[in-house]
């Protein structure tokens, strides 16, 4: 059931052990009171009045020394504060104070206001149900079809369900004191409102009677509130530093909007269903309002389409139009799918109980069936990912193992180069480079593997140049083979001229 139970979300929101900076300053105390009074009945309206004797920049309210809610002065010329705190439950008692804020200074906090709850319901005396003897049988059940937040406009359905037979139901609006409608029915009543206006937009409440009970009458069901929206232009909402969120991580969803909202309210929808509303207090920001709220860790439970509303505090059921939805996902795997080959179904699937980046997929005993090509994918809440790389798996030891050699030699020089040949009495078609055979036909069953063959390096003095060597004195003897032919060359050339002078 939707409800705006303002003190006890916003006291959560704000219960992190915070408490009140508040600076020692010269500014009077406020005061506070309670409307109607300060003992309630649950299930009616409360609103804490806080008032200066001067102007303010700003009223904070406390419980029990933890901030609830600050509003902010659009006049100058205003001197009180007044907080809408919704229906009140049993969680409303406690010790409320005020303190508001002029120039940066704080002022004392205000005397403490104790609030009493109590059981009994209050209602004006015109109206049938103080008329009526109240019973302690179940109350009804109040509820709202399609939902309790209404475009201004629109129709809503409310149903006044019990498992007791009544002759009638009523339905009531609160502080109006009358029955907004009245039907005959056994076990179930609806009353149809609309089209919905501001004057729609309440507390409301339903009852049973029935003449031939002992008692008269059931007692009154919970409260029901109505939001009217459309009222003002819709604020903008946007997730930092993304909507897509690792599990664990955290993510900051910030109202905004250029109309003075005192408050913004920010609603989560998740599987067909609208949780109660979280309230975010507006605070001033780049020539407009805005309000933060940071989510963390964040897990499967914050995930689902959030939108948010503005409204002002002297009207607290007439929201502005909702902002343009924001998805929230979590990126990380849920559920894991294995694949072979070319296989339409997966081979395997995997369901994680927590969000993760990881599964595994054990194979206890390899054979010839489980060699193949692999792939896999994964689906989170933001759906389905690419397939992954192909995984060959190749199972081993099938056949006889081949032999490996080197060529030349296993010892090889640096730069030099060598052959590795791999031979088998087996015609294998094809060879892998650690020296294992395997068939065409079987391309991912391969045989044992051969022995481990090392190869040397060599570069150190102990190394065999011989070789190296030979050439050395070959090229040294062809240097003096030339230089001989040289030599005998110059000589002839010097003797011819002799010769014929003699003669």
């Known amino acids: 059931m939707f409800a705006l139970h303002l003190i006890s979300i ?3 929101m704000f219960s992190l052990g915070q408490t009140t900076d508040m600076q020692d300053g010269h500014l009077p105390r406020p005061s506070i009171f ?35 809610v600050d509003v902010i002065n659009s006049s100058s010329s205003k001197t009180e504060a007044r907080f809408y705190l919704g229906t009140v439950r049993k969680d409303t008692a406690g010790h409320y104070s005020c303190l508001y804020k002029v120039k940066n200074t704080w002022s004392p ?21 103080s008329e009526v003897t109240s019973v302690e049988s179940k109350k009804p059940l ?27 139901f ?3 609006k609160e502080h109006r004191g009358r029955s907004l409608q009245t039907k005959d029915f056994n076990s179930q009543q609806s009353f149809v409102i609309g089209p919905v206006t501001t004057e729609h ?14 008692y008269g009458s059931s007692e009154l069901s919970d409260s029901l509130v109505i939001v009217v929206t459309g009222i003002y232009r819709k604020p903008s909402l946007l997730a930092l530093p993304a909507p897509l969120v690792k599990s664990g991580g955290a993510v900051t969803l910030k109202c905004y909007s250029e109309i003075v909202f005192e408050t913004f309210s920010l609603v989560l929808h998740r599987k067909g269903l609208s949780t109660d509303p979280l309230y975010l207090v507006g605070e001033p920001c780049d020539g407009g309002y805005q ?41 990380e795997a849920q559920e894991y799918y294995l694949y072979k080959d070319e296989g339409s179904k997966p081979l395997k699937t995997q369901i994680l109980l927590k969000p993760g980046d990881k599964a595994n997929f054990s194979i206890p005993f390899m054979t010839e069936y489980d060699a193949g090509l692999y792939h896999c994918y994964y689906y989170s809440p933001a759906g389905w990912s690419n397939h992954s790389d192909f995984l060959e798996l190749v199972v081993t030891g099938f056949y006889s193992k081949p032999n490996i050699s080197a060529l030349p030699s296993s010892l090889v020089a640096s730069g030099g180069n060598v052959t590795l040949q ?30 481990t063959l090392q190869l040397l390096l060599s570069d150190s003095p102990s190394q065999d140049h011989t070789v190296e060597n030979l050439i050395r004195m070959a090229v040294a003897g062809l240097v003096l083979v030339v230089l001989g032919i040289l030599l005998f060359e110059a000589r002839n050339s010097q003797g011819h001229p002799q010769g014929e002078v003699w003669r």
């Not at 937009?201 to 002992?214: E, H, N, P, T, V």
Request: net charge negative; hydrophobic share 30%.
């Open 291 to 331: 309000a933060n709220i940071s989510i963390a860790p964040v897990t499967s439970e914050h995930t689902g389409t959030y939108r948010c509303y503005g409204f002002v505090s002297l009207q607290p059921y007439e929201w502005s139009d909702p902002s343009d939805s924001l998805d929230i996902k979590i990126t």
């Open 34 to 68: 309670a409307d109607p009074g300060n003992v309630l009945p649950s299930g009616i309206s409360l609103v804490i009045t806080c008032r200066s004797p001067a102007g303010f920049e700003r009223f904070r309210l406390e419980k029990e020394n933890l901030r609830i």
């Open 142 to 168: 109040l509820s709202a079809w399609p939902s309790p937040i209404v475009p201004i406009g629109e129709r809503v359905t409310l149903y006044c369900q019990s498992e007791l037979g009544f002759e009638t």
């Open 422 to 451: 791999c031979s088998s009495h087996q015609g294998y078609g094809r060879w892998a480079f650690r020296c294992y055979g395997y068939y065409k036909r079987t391309s991912q069953m391969w045989s044992i593997p051969s022995e």
């Open 109 to 129: 906090q205000s005397e403490t206001l104790q609030l009493k709850v109590i059981r009994e319901d209050i209602t004006e005396t015109s109206s049938p149900i």
């Open 10 to 12: 916003v006291v959560f």
């Open 201 to 214: 937009a309440g507390i409301y409440r339903c009852q049973g009677f029935d003449s031939k009970s002992l």
């Open 170 to 172: 009523s339905l009531f």
